[in-house]
C-alpha cells in the first residue's frame, strides 16, 4: 500500500469520528426543532407546513454544524475566509436539505404518508442519511479544505 494511500486513510477515520459527533449534535437540533414546529401546542406552529418546518429546523443545525466542523471536525485545514467558507457551506447545505425535501415530499404529498412517523423517517432518516453522505464528500473537497 503507498503512503498516500495510508495517509488518506488516516485522514479520513480521524476526519470520520468528529464529524460523526457534530453531526449527531446537528441531527438532534434538527430532528428537535422539526418536531417542536410541526407538532409542539395544539395545533403546532408549522402542523400543516412539514417542508417550511424541515427548510427551519435544517437551517439551525447548519449552523451549529458549520461552528462544529470549523472548530473541530477540520481544525487542522487552512482557513480560506470565514465568508467564503460559510457561504460555500450554506450552500452544499442547501443540497442536503433539498436531498431531505425531496424525500419528505414524495413520502407526504405524493405517496400519502402524513402521520409523524412518516414525516420522520422520511426526512430524519432516508433523507439525512442521504444528504449526510454527500455533505461528508463534499466538505472536505469545497469547504475545508486542505493547506494551500
Not at 113 to 121: E, G
Amino acid at each position: 500500500m503507498s503512503t498516500s494511500t495510508t495517509t488518506h486513510r488516516h485522514r479520513l477515520v480521524h476526519e470520520l469520528a468528529p464529524f460523526a459527533v457534530i453531526g449527531g449534535i446537528g441531527y438532534l437540533v434538527d430532528v428537535s426543532a422539526f418536531n417542536l414546529l410541526r407538532f409542539a401546542g395544539d395545533p403546532g406552529l408549522l402542523e400543516g407546513k412539514p417542508l417550511t418546518a424541515k427548510a427551519l429546523s435544517v437551517t439551525l443545525a447548519t449552523v451549529v454544524t458549520y461552528l462544529g466542523n470549523r472548530h473541530w471536525t477540520w481544525r487542522d485545514r487552512h482557513w480560506s475566509g470565514f465568508r467564503r467558507e460559510y457561504v460555500v457551506f450554506f450552500g452544499l447545505n442547501a443540497v442536503g436539505l433539498a436531498i431531505a425535501l425531496g424525500c419528505l415530499a414524495t413520502s407526504h404529498y405524493v405517496l400519502g404518508l402524513t402521520s409523524a412517523l412518516a414525516d420522520n423517517v422520511s426526512a430524519n432518516g432516508v433523507g439525512l442519511a442521504l444528504g449526510t453522505a454527500f455533505r461528508f464528500w463534499a466538505y472536505p473537497r469545497y469547504v475545508f479544505r486542505g493547506a494551500p
